[in-house]
T-cell receptor, first 116, second 116 residues
């Protein structure tokens, strides 16, 4: 089955600096890669996702890149702010057109601390 | 629109006891997933319902876990008898059932289970 590795497990950055989280996956059939953010005491929430037919996607200060050949994808947060402090999870899934839905395989999570 | 709700938010039980967790998905979402995060590790898939049918239960750890979704609305996850290693946060997620590769999974706040 699919295996997702995520690094680093913790990341401390100064406010205004950039943060990068990297994930690798094992199943070349995976074609959908969401990122979830979980703030302290709250539920995981989708912040950005990318599909395998796209190499990069950007949404304001966050961007995700995907390298299908190397089977890795990364989350980039620029101009970090204190409210970016949270645990971030990458995930991989095999989305099939006719399928009702598919499970997510998650990485171990990265705890990001943005120091003011 | 109300999000995914879970009850209880926290449960403390002794080894050997029974606990039942409940999840109410977003109205109209046919897909319902159960996940678990143990000891700060990755969020792991347990099972997937489409309406009242179990689509994928490959992640269920053993026969002490029983999930139901009678009527295709809310779901329950029963652990009987509970063991120490069952401690963790149990998340429920739901998504729409529609053709195509994208259907965001919306997560509940989780139930923190502590087995003493």
């Amino acid at each position: 089955g699919e295996n997702v590795e995520q690094h680093p497990s913790t990341l401390s950055v100064q406010e205004g600096d950039s943060a990068v989280i990297k994930c690798t996956y094992s199943d070349s059939a995976s074609n959908y890669f969401p990122w979830y953010k979980q703030e302290l005491g709250k539920r995981p929430q989708l912040i950005i996702d990318i599909r395998s037919n796209v190499g990069e996607k950007k949404d304001q200060r966050i961007a995700v890149t995907l390298n299908k050949t190397a089977k890795h994808f990364s989350l980039h947060i620029t101009e970090t702010q204190p409210e970016d402090s949270a645990v971030y999870f990458c995930a991989a899934s095999i989305r099939e057109i006719k399928a009702a839905g598919n499970k997510l395989t998650f990485g171990g999570g990265t705890r990001v601390l943005v120091k003011p | 629109e109300a999000g995914v709700t879970q009850f209880p938010s926290h449960s403390v039980i002794e080894k050997g006891q029974t606990v039942t967790l409940r999840c109410d998905p977003i109205s109209g979402h046919d897909n319902l997933y159960w996940y678990r995060r143990v000891m700060g590790k990755e969020i792991k898939f347990l099972l997937h319902f489409v309406k009242e049918s179990k689509q994928d239960e490959s992640g269920m750890p053993n026969n002490r876990f029983l999930a139901e979704r009678t009527g295709g609305t809310y779901s329950t996850l029963k652990v009987q008898p509970a063991e120490l290693e069952d401690s963790g946060v149990y998340f429920c997620a739901s998504s729409q059932q529609r053709q195509g590769p994208y259907n965001e999974q919306f997560f509940g706040p989780g139930t923190r289970l502590t087995v003493l």
